[in-house]
T-cell receptor
Framework: NAGVMQNPRHLVRRRGQEARLRCSPM?????VYWYRQLPEEGLKFMVY????????ESGMPKERFSAEFPKEGPSILRIQQVVRGDSAAYFC????????????????FGQGTRLTVV | DQQVKQNSPSLSVQEGRISILNCDYT??????FLWYKKYPAEGPTFLIS?????DKNEDGRFTVFLNKSAKHLSLHIVPSQPGDSAVYFC?????????????FGKGTRLSVIA
């Protein structure tokens, strides 16, 4: 059972370009979360998706950032017109459906995509 | 407004001694707490969790304590080993139905010295 797969591991973009980060959740997981880690900072929640639905995008900037989790294929975090401040490590996590008797469950993280904007 | 706070950015401990990592939270709706461990250039890995109905959960060398009245939890590692050197993130969730996103602290870098 492969873990959460993120690609690319490293991504370099020039200012103004678009960045696309991909995340394939663990098999059987239908919940995906994106987090961003700036240097010397903790993990900041960006967006929570289920298949074809955005559940909570309260942590995602209103402009330039979008996320999707289509019925088929990986979840995509898309950053348009990147700026230097977007340079960070972006982590995707996934979790399974609710487990009966246990409302919450741990999320499993991918290895992250390190975005560098030059 | 940080809902989960780890006030110690770093901690150094001698091998074999106890490591105590602390975490405070402000949101009384949180009902599930987790610790994640992170090595450089890797994603966080789940370590141990505790539900708000408990005050202690133990797994081998790792024990998490929860003090709900103080909104405080701690992770104890005993005995500490050099391989425990990593950044430890405290996380919390809850307050709604369904899976709720985890809210993370800034992390504490633990260095275990041989």
């Amino acid at each position: 059972n492969a873990g959460v797969m993120q690609n690319p591991r490293h991504l370099v973009r020039r200012r103004g370009q678009e960045a696309r980060l991909r995340c394939s959740p663990m098999k059987g997981h239908s919940h995906v979360y994106w987090y961003r880690q700036l240097p010397e900072e903790g993990l900041k929640f960006m967006v929570y998706l289920q298949k074809e639905n955005i559940i909570d995008e309260s942590g995602m900037p209103k402009e330039r950032f979008s996320a999707e989790f289509p019925k088929e294929g990986p979840s995509i975090l898309r950053i348009q017109q990147v700026v230097r401040g977007d340079s960070a490590a972006y982590f995707c996590a996934s979790s399974p459906l609710l487990v009966i008797g246990n409302k919450n469950t741990e999320a499993f993280f991918g290895q992250g995509t390190r975005l560098t904007v030059v | 407004d940080q809902q989960v706070k780890q006030n110690s950015p770093s901690l150094s401990v001698q091998e074999g001694r106890i490591s105590i990592l602390n975490c405070d939270y402000t949101n009384s709706m949180f009902d599930y707490f987790l610790w994640y461990k992170k090595y450089p250039a890797e994603g966080p890995t789940f370590l141990i969790s505790i539900s708000s109905i408990k005050d202690k959960n133990e797994d081998g060398r790792f024990t998490v304590f929860l003090n709900k009245s103080a909104k405080h939890l701690s992770l104890h590692i005993v005995p500490s080993q050099p391989g425990d050197s990593a950044v430890y993130f405290c996380a919390a969730s809850g307050g709604g139905s369904g899976n709720t996103p985890l809210v993370f602290g800034k992390g504490t870098r633990l260095s275990v010295i041989a």
